[in-house]
């Protein structure tokens, strides 16, 4: 882990409160893996005094990127910040995704900026020089609550992506798990399905993984005020009874793990 003072290469708009921002971080990206995260603020800067959290979206070369949403003080501080502008940036954290080539049928599901890491997981394994177009089948479901909040739709066009909003207006109108369980019907049944995003959504496919005995990895989204489970903040609690660290024992689960109740 490394804690460093970082240089912003770029900060894009790419939807009504939603940016994605390059940060220059070698040090960072070296030791980071799918569904790990990082701890970010504007720097220097006492307030706010505390980091937050942000999956990792992309490497590229010495890069990493990051997608988040205006939803508070520091996002609303970094939508404001431009190239060559200082973070303080901390990481790679928390347990990623576990990647395991001998599962052929894959499914990545999302809901809305949960699609993040999962761009990550998608080009680091299955869509590296190695692996593209081999015998791998990808199927991407992503949902949000409209078209507009349909992020990284270009990133998916040369897959098997699949869209569901709130609204209707993109793809299947309903839930994406609805759209999920409806391919499943048609006869397409994954080997593992990998997924983040809201609570419900998880949870829901939870339940559908155990159901019909499939592998699931869940990235869950907590709040974390410290990244290092020093705060006990992000509380998950599993089926043990034991409750856990999000940012430490995650924030990637087996579904099994997760007490829901």
């Excluded at 790419?14 to 940060?23: G, L, P, T």
């Excluded at 001998?102 to 990545?108: A, G, L, M, R, Y």
């Excluded at 709130?166 to 399905?193: C, E, R």
Aim: net charge positive; hydrophobic share 40%.
């Amino acid at each position: 882990m490394s804690d460093i003072e970082a240089k912003i290469l770029y900060n894009t708009q790419v939807a009504e409160k939603c940016f994605r921002m390059s940060i220059l971080a070698p040090d960072i990206i070296k030791n980071a893996s799918p569904g790990q995260f990082v701890m970010i603020k504007p720097w220097p800067c006492l307030d706010p005094l505390l980091m937050r959290p942000f999956s990792i979206h992309r490497i590229k070369d010495n890069s990493l990127e990051i997608l988040y949403m205006v939803v508070g003080k520091t996002t609303f501080m970094l939508s404001g910040m431009s190239a060559s502008q200082k973070l303080r940036i901390r990481g790679p954290l928390g347990k990623g995704f576990k990647f395991n080539q001998n599962k052929k049928t894959v499914f990545f599901v999302a809901g809305g900026i949960g699609v993040a890491p999962l761009i990550f997981l998608l080009e680091k394994y299955y869509l590296n020089k190695n692996n593209i177009f081999n015998d791998y089948q990808l199927y991407f479901f992503l949902g949000a609550s409209t078209k507009d909040m349909l992020f990284c739709r270009d990133d998916l066009s040369h897959i098997n992506a699949m869209f569901a909003t709130d609204n209707g207006s993109k793809g299947f109108y309903g839930q994406v798990t609805a759209l999920m369980d409806k391919t499943m019907q048609s006869g397409i049944s994954p080997d593992i399905i990998y997924s983040c995003g809201p609570a419900p959504m998880l949870r829901s496919l939870a339940e559908t993984a155990l159901k019909y005995n499939i592998e699931c990895q869940l990235s869950m989204e907590e709040t974390m005020a410290c990244g290092i489970g020093a705060c006990l903040g992000c509380a998950v609690k599993l089926t043990s009874g034991e409750y856990v660290a999000a940012c430490q024992k995650g924030p990637v689960f087996m579904a099994k793990e997760i007490q829901w109740d």
